[in-house]
Structure formats: C-alpha cells, structure tokens
C-alpha cells in the first residue's frame, strides 16, 4: 500500500513552458486536493475533486488546471508557467463520508523551478 | 472554519513532554481540532483529531479545554525525529469541500 504518490519528484522549468504533475493513490480515497506551499508559509488550496470526472477550484487555482479522469489520480497542470509559480506541490486524499473527522494522507510533495 | 492561535516557536528537550498549545476561542460546535505536523522537506502528517472529549493514539494526546476555546497537543516522550512544524487546524467534518486551511503553525525544536 504506497499511500499517495506524486510525479515528479523535483523539476526546473523556464517561463511559458508547460508540464503536468500527476498524483495517484491507492486507497480508493473519493476526495482528492492539489495544494502548494510557498516558504515560510502553511498550505494553500489550489483545486480539488469529490470524485472521479469531478474538479473545483480551491483559493489560488489561476495558472492551473486539473482533471481527475481516472479515481485513483489527479492531475494538476500548468499551461504557460511563471516564476510565481516556483513552490512546493503537495497533493492530497481522504475518504468520503467518514463521521466523527478524518484523516488527510498527503504525498512526499513536488519541487517546482521555474527561472 | 474557526481560526487558530498557535505560537511561531517553542523548544524541548529529548525525552521530556512537549506541549503545544493552540487557541480557537471562535470554534463552532460542530468544529473538529485536527493536529498534524510537517517534518521538513516532506508532506504533512495526520496526527490527532477530537471534538470535545480528550483523545490519545500511538503519536500523542489531545487536550481540549471543556469550554473548546483551546486544546493542546502533548508528545510524552519526545525525540529528535519530533523537530517539526506542528498545525492546529479546526473545521467541520463534513458538508464542505473538505479542505485544510493551514495556518504557520508552531515550531517545535527538540534538543538533545
């Protein structure tokens, strides 16, 4: 059982170019989030999913987008990237329906240059 | 969801209590306090949730006041492995996007 997953690790990309992160995890988890952390500061929401083929926009999702095609992965994306989008990418899950709280998992978090 | 209070720093030696203290005087009854830390580098981790009784599992024990308005998270015994920055985080458990709204948290510094 992996838990949440996250792809890549680290990358540096220059302004206006584009890439995906992919986040997966295996514990069937209905709730799916894309959160990024920039130092010194706590996470911030930037789009999530209530289920497979479902996404919304969370505090910050300007410069994002996501889809959630498949149940067990969330895909976050930047179309044209800028230096404001140099941060940490934490992906996250958690069941749905669970009474008395629950328990976010988050994945080991995505590095992202941007120069 | 409620704010929190939470110091920006606290310091505690190997193997004694650390008590992190948290106040969400604003909290709503049907509000949840969450606990969860972030070693450096890596994701945050779960560590605790309560809504009015005291609650204790493997990692810690949550202390909330009767009246709600504060909690505290206790490590028995810490380690070094414990360094971390340690969230308070209050909300409903259901009925909404289901988010977590950090704060900067405290930062706890065990020393040997």
């Known amino acids: 059982n992996a838990g949440v997953t996250q792809t890549p690790k680290f990358r540096v990309l220059k302004t206006g170019q584009s890439m995906t992160l992919l986040c997966a995890q295996d514990m069937n988890h209905e709730y799916m989030y894309w959160y990024r952390q920039d130092p010194g500061m706590g996470l911030r929401l930037i789009h999530y999913s209530v289920g497979e083929g479902t996404t919304a926009k969370g505090e910050v999702p300007d410069g994002y987008n996501v889809s959630r095609l498949k149940k067990q992965n969330f895909l976050l994306g930047l179309e044209s990237a800028a230096p404001s989008q140099t941060s940490v990418y934490f992906c996250a899950s958690r069941s749905l329906g669970e009474t008395g709280g629950y328990e976010q998992y988050f994945g080991p978090g995505t590095r992202l240059t941007v120069t | 969801d409620a704010k929190t209070t939470q110091p920006p720093s606290m310091d505690c030696a190997e193997g004694r209590a650390a008590n992190l203290p948290c106040n969400h005087s604003?909290?709503?009854?049907?509000?949840?306090v969450y606990w969860y830390r972030q070693i450096h580098s890596q994701g945050p981790q779960y560590i605790i949730h309560g809504l009015k009784n005291n609650e204790t599992n493997e990692m810690a024990s949550l202390i909330i006041t009767e009246d709600r308005k504060s909690s505290t998270l206790i490590l028995p015994h810490a380690t070094l492995r414990d360094t971390a920055v340690y969230y308070c985080?209050?909300?409903?458990?259901?009925?909404?996007?289901?988010?977590?709204?950090f704060g900067k948290g405290t930062k706890l510094s065990v020393k040997p």
């Open positions: 604003t909290i709503s009854g049907n509000e949840y």
């Open positions: 985080i209050v909300r409903v458990a259901e009925g909404s996007q289901g988010n977590l709204i």
